[in-house]
């Protein structure tokens, strides 16, 4: 009897992955190909989308021969992707800029000045956050420095809708995408008029705009032959890879709530209402017409983990280089990290920001940095966590995903300094599970996405040591009055 598999395919910053699963959320095999960054500038960070585009094809190919699927063996294929991404392409969809990606920081004086002008009334109608990270801070250096693939451009769009026009011939976005874009009305769900004056675009230079679960009609006979994969098979365009992640891990239900670490991070809950904070510490995007996320996302999770570990010339596994901290009490005896070494977003959205030590002494070895590295990312998500309970409440239930997660060191962190348990999916591919149940959804072969908590394959919950929460709640006060010390600075 033929097997029933699904595919997501996730499209992110570090990487493209490929996965297979059962309909029971199984993850049957997976496939990675790495994406390259470019630097032209200190603060410029691009991606070649053509390339990303073939390490797709790459990655599928390759689940497909590893899952050794059979002919009529993949149902369905869902798509989830990073967010903030921008090209320029021409009227055939050529690209004629590289993608500059989430962590470009070149419109940074375009944020500040509109930070200083409309920062308030735009952040409440669109619920993306002034910042170089949005397509609209993008656009608007575009624009006024006259960048030459701006003034020849017939369209703009993302990485993710770049790939679907290469495979299908459509130019759609769907929801989520959109509302990234800090040029999307989340209440109307239309492009606001307004804004895209601002950027000196039109909506003919703009995607259709679509649902998480519209289905993809007419894949490339090429692109079919090089991964392998029936050209019926319905591809679904999915969502982000934040409302996805939330999606695939089950944190779907009021109270419940996702934190995601890998290259980056985010933490955030699903709502069926638009909410925005006072303090505008948080974003507000689409998912589907009936649901948003809420949340904030830091530029700094693993990232600053492989920065040390690059910097300390450390060859080791990653497992072993994490494993130093566990030498270490909590609190990495008074060394301080703000793991602010890309710039940060939530909670304190400063591009200009930079990572700092604190209390450094003779003592301290290679084990007290890795801890202190670790201990930071976790309380800056637990910073943006308090501002997140501020609109929403406090957490039921914790649940974490990404690259990170698969650490048992940084989990029992997570779990002592949140002082609550966490929960974790064992198949670690949550935004991918998370598209591949949104084209189960899309099919109907699931009838909801609620549904989706039956077929999550979760391990034990870890426990907070309760010495460990109160020895963090100590030092997490030192943690923040020293961000407040030191991010006047910037």
């Not at 055939?92 to 308030?120: C, E, F, N, Y």
């Not at 003034?151 to 770049?162: P, T």
């Not at 990312?377 to 501002?387: D, S």
Request: aromatic residues 10%.
């Amino acid at each position: 009897m033929p097997r029933e598999l699904v595919m997501g395919l996730d499209i992110g910053t570090t990487s493209v992955k490929a996965c297979v699963f059962n309909l029971h959320g199984e993850l049957i095999a997976e496939a990675e190909d790495m994406n390259a960054f470019h630097y032209p500038q200190q603060g410029w960070v691009e991606q070649d989308p053509a390339a990303i585009e073939r390490s797709a094809v790459l990655a599928v190919r390759e689940a497909v021969r590893k899952a050794d699927i059979g002919k009529d063996e993949l149902i369905a294929l869902g798509f989830s992707a990073a967010m903030h991404s921008l090209v320029a392409v021409d009227e055939q969809v050529k690209p004629l800029s590289p993608a500059l990606i989430w962590a470009d920081g070149r419109s940074a004086a375009q944020a500040d000045w509109m930070t200083a002008q409309a920062k308030s009334d735009i952040y409440a109608r669109t619920g993306t956050p002034i910042h170089p990270m949005t397509p609209f801070m993008k656009l608007l250096w575009m624009k006024e420095t006259g960048f030459e693939p701006y003034r020849n451009a017939a369209y703009f769009m993302s990485v993710k809708e770049y790939l679907i026009y290469s495979w299908f011939g459509e130019r759609m976005i769907d929801y989520s995408m959109a509302s990234a874009t800090g040029l999307f009305n989340p209440s109307s769900l239309t492009w606001d008029r307004e804004l895209l004056d601002m950027t000196g675009i039109t909506e003919a230079q703009l995607s259709e705009l679509v649902p998480p679960t519209t289905v993809l009609h007419g894949l490339s006979a090429d692109i079919a032959a090089q991964t392998g994969i029936q050209g019926d098979v319905p591809f679904v365009i999915g969502a982000a890879d934040g409302q996805l992640a939330n999606l695939g891990i089950g944190a779907i239900l009021p109270g419940e709530v996702a934190v995601s670490v890998g290259t980056s991070g985010a933490i955030r809950q699903l709502t069926s209402h638009i909410k925005v904070s006072e303090t505008q510490e948080t974003f507000c995007y689409s998912f589907t017409k009936d649901t948003a996320i809420i949340g904030g996302p830091t530029n700094n999770g693993g990232i600053a983990l492989q920065w040390l570990k690059d910097l300390l010339q450390d060859r080791g596994s990653f497992t072993e280089f994490l494993k130093a901290a566990e030498q270490v009490e909590p609190g990495s005896e008074g060394l301080l990290f703000l793991p602010y070494l890309n710039g940060e977003r939530a909670p304190i959205w400063n591009q200009r920001a930079k990572g700092n030590f604190y209390g450094i002494a003779m003592t301290h070895q290679k084990e007290h940095f890795v801890r202190a590295v670790l201990e930071g990312i976790t309380f800056n998500l637990y910073q943006i966590g308090k501002a997140l309970e501020s609109i929403a409440g406090e957490p039921e239930k914790i649940y974490v995903n990404g690259g990170l997660s698969r650490s048992i060191v940084w989990l029992q962190m997570m779990a002592d300094v949140f002082g609550a348990d966490i929960y974790v999916s064992e198949n670690h591919h949550s935004a991918a599970w998370g598209a591949a149940w949104t084209a189960l959804v899309a099919t109907g072969k699931a009838r909801s996405f609620e549904e989706i908590k039956q077929n999550i394959p979760m391990g034990e919950a870890v426990k907070p040591n309760p010495e460990n929460s109160k020895r963090y709640k100590h030092v997490y006060e030192q943690y923040e009055k020293t961000v407040k010390a030191v991010t006047g600075l910037f």
